[in-house]
Each structure stands twice: as C-alpha cells, then as structure tokens.
DNA sequence: GCAATAGTGTCTATTAGACAATATTTC
DNA sequence: GAAATATTGTCTAATAGACACTATTGC
C-alpha cells in the first residue's frame, strides 16, 4: 500500500527523562509531582512534547534543562555536565487516556546536585531514592511504606531505565558520569555499590580500575575529603567502553 | 507550563525493521525497493504507519508479516518464529521530506527464510548482505561495487542494528533466533562467524557453548547435513542471558 | 593509640585460547 | 585412503576474587 502523506492518524510526541544520581549511598531519580489530571497529584517523570522541529535528544535535552537546570555533555565539555542518551519509546495506545501519546523515554546520568529547581516550583520536584519508587525494590527489610507508584507507566519506564544503567556502567566508563569532574577511586567504588546494591572489595575495585586503560587519568591532586589516608584525584579517561569490562557480582 | 491535549504539534509516527538473517556464511540484511518519490528506486528498510489503536510492537510484527510472512516468536511457542525486540526511535526533523516522521525502529532476528514475498511483489524486495549495504563495510577486497545507499536514514538504523545484534549474541543466547529449531554447534558456531566477521576456534566454541548453562538442549537426533561426522541436534535451551557470555575475538 | 580510608602484594581456583588427537561420516 | 566435520583432551597464560599487610590521615 503506497503511503499517503495527507492521511496520517495523528500522534502526539513526548519525551520523558530517567534522571539518575547518585546522593547518600542511594541511587535516586529525579521525579515531578503532577498539578493536574490525569493523575493529579502523583510523582512522575518529567518530561514534555517535543517541538515540531526539534530532534528528540534536542528535545529531552532542552527538558532537562528547564526541570533542573543541569546541562548536557557536549563534545567540547567532556568532563562536566551530564551524561544523555536515548532509552527506549513506549506507544501503548492506553498509555495516556486523553489521547495517542508516544513517548521516546531519554536516561540521564548525573552527578550529586543541590536539590533542583524546577523552575522556581521547589516543592514539586524532588530526589527519591529508586528503591522506595519501585515496587520490587522494596525489600524485606524496608518498612512496608509503599508510596503510589509513578503516574502513566513511568514506573516501567524508571525500571527500564534503572537496569540500563546497572548494565552500562558494567561495560562501559558511564560510571563517572555520576562523579563530580575530579573523584577518588572510593567514589567512584560506592557509585558502583549504590547503583548496584552490593558491597565491593575496595582492594580488588581499585586495583581493577586503575588497571583498565583509559578508564581513569590522574590529575595529581589529592583529596581527604573522605577521612582517612589521602586519595589520588583522578578525572574520567578517554575510553568509553571498558576492556575487561567491570563485572557484576554474581546474582 | 500545563499541557494542553487540544493543542499538541502533530506527528507521524511510523516503524521500521531492520530483518537481518545469515545466509550462505553472510548476515543479511531485507530491504525492498521505493516505488515512488522520495528516494524512488532506491532500497529501503520496510516499514508503515502505525495504526491508531496499535501498539509499536504489534505494528512491527503486523509490518513483518505483511511483508515477509514470517511470524514473530509467541510467548508459547517458543523455537520457531523471529525474534523481534525494539531497536531506537528516528525523529530528526529533516529524515523525511514531506513530514514530521518518528519512526520506531525494531530489530528481527529470523532464520534462514526462502526468498520473501512482498505480498506477491518478488522483485521489490530481497535479501542483501549488510557488508555491501553498509559504506564502511565493503572492505579492501570487495570489488568496489558500492550501490547506492539506503533510502531516508535507513543506513544509519541499519548500523545500529547490525551493531545491536553483534553486541547482543555476546550475552543473550539470541543467536539461536539465527537458526532453525534444530540445529548444530557448528550451525551455532557459523551464525557467531557470520555475524562478527570472524573464524572461531571450532573446539573452542563447542567445548564453551555446551558447557554455557541453559543455552543448548540436545534433542538426541544427529545430523551429517553439513558433511563429516554426524553431528548432535540441539535446540535453545531456556537461558536469555549467557554466563559467562561468549566473547567476541578483540578487535 | 584508635578508627577510618587508601593502596600494594600474594595466593588460588577458574578460565580463555592454542592446539594435539580421535571419531565418524562421504567420496 | 583422503577430505571433511565433530568432539574430547591437554597445556599455559591470564584473570577474578579472597584476604594479609602497609600507608597516611583525623581524633
């Protein structure tokens, strides 16, 4: 059937951001509290329509920015603002009741900000540690408040994001997207830790990522920011995927 | 700023597949010819509309089918049909030049099919190795034929997908998706070479596939369809993730 | 001294990859 | 027998993970 650039059913086009960083040992996303139907009231993601002629990473970009004031890697700035890239696209004709919605979901990666902004709404918006956001991340140990889940199926779209980052930051120097632009190997080590959920040798960890070519550079200063003995500052290195990759321990 | 249902720019959103399939020791790639303007004569990916009240991944499948007459794999019957999962989303607000196109593209991975049908159009749709469709991938011995490119950015999703299987087949026992329900571990091993390009120690990749928990399970029939010695049948066991994966040979 | 963190060294079990050798078919 | 493919076995270098030990700070 020839394609009839007249007759076309019409989509809405949004983008919506997994916004992830890493504060007090916690994985946490960035979540909005909804003003209106549907869902009023409720935690969602942020995010917005896409511009008739704007790229969909222009426009997750220009979202971010507006919702946090964050920046986005650019070529240049290699060592400062955050990490963006695209996640996955969710078109359930249910999805939004109002209308045919399609969503192209963008995960961000971000280091430890001051609480953001919003736009000036600072109650609105918040930091919540993954964990309490998702239903299975509860755990037995955690005292059974089960807040809402997020509006629409930004819950799903959280948990994709969530697991695409514990698996990226296995194979490739993601990691330090969640690090200020000089971090010690410690940071660095409980990056790993909170967004993983698992303790790791502090010997092993260091030895393996100074070991791994590119990954790491030197920047000859050192910090006590930490306590304890002084560490090695070091910024991100070149590489971007990591050769051998950093390995999950086993489930 | 409060989102408004009766105002939102107005898109079309579109999927498009990237089939890919090893025949004759090469992975291939199906493309079928543009009838009509833009790009006219030109090879393209297939792809349509998505329907009104249809979700992306019901629309890849229904695309495939009207195209192909493959199925995609049910929940229940799990070894025959194609793998379909979803690959990225194109929205560059310049890929085509009638309209505001977002195109959700998916990943297929089929066995080794008789020729396609097109719905009865033989001639505008085949098979092509993604080393001749692709510009980086002719190589120094290919007989400098480089046809044109693909239509829209159809190369470009094509990279990525190519690019998403050989990553994938590294840790997800998705390679069997390549075969047909039976098959052998030199089958196996000849859809591993096809796809990354490379030879892979025959001893080597037996003694690992056969010893990788839950990726193969004999069925007890032999086959000497490739010659020599008869070789044990297995089909895909129930694993998804490989551990420890298969390791691509180092660039 | 004690507590905390950083960093180095060493040992061991496992593994990836090279490759010899054997098995079973077709011609 | 020759050629082709399948399958098992063996050796070695590299590696992951466990963990002892030393180094350097603040209290």
Redesign the interface.
């Known amino acids: ?3 009839d ?1 007249s007759a ?6 949004t983008v919506d951001l997994v916004v992830l960083t890493v504060r007090r040992h916690a994985l946490c996303a960035l979540v909005v509290r909804r ?2 139907p549907p869902y009023q009231g409720r935690w969602a993601l942020p995010g ?9 990473g222009a426009a997750a970009a220009r979202e971010l920015t507006e919702e946090t004031g964050l920046r986005v890697q650019g070529p240049d700035d290699l060592h400062t603002g955050a990490h963006l890239e ?1 996640l ?2 969710y ?3 249910g999805r939004d009741p ?3 919605v ?1 969503s ?1 979901a963008h995960l961000v990666l971000a280091p430890d900000l001051p609480t953001p902004t919003a736009g000036g709404d600072a109650d609105s918006v918040r930091w919540a540690p993954v964990d309490a956001l998702l239903p299975s991340g509860g755990g037995p140990d955690r005292s059974g408040e089960q807040p809402a889940l997020l509006a629409f199926d930004h819950s799903r779209i959280l948990a994709d994001g969530v697991e695409r980052a514990r698996s990226k930051i296995e194979y490739s120097s993601l990691a330090t997207a969640f690090c200020p632009p000089e971090f010690t190997v410690g940071e660095l080590r409980r990056v790993y830790e909170a967004v993983w959920g698992v303790a790791l040798d502090p010997r092993n960890f260091h030895r393996k990522v100074t070991g791994t070519p590119g990954f790491l550079v030197p920047t000859g200063g050192t910090t006590t920011r930490q306590g304890g003995r002084p560490a090695q500052l070091f910024r991100a290195g070149g590489a971007t995927v990591l ?1 051998p990759p950093m390995l999950r321990p ?1 489930v």
């Open positions: 059937m020839p394609y650039p076309f059913p019409p989509f809405a086009v003003g209106e917005g329509f896409v511009r008739i002629e704007e790229d969909l695209q996955a696209t078109g359930d004709p109002r209308m045919r399609v192209v050769n086993e």
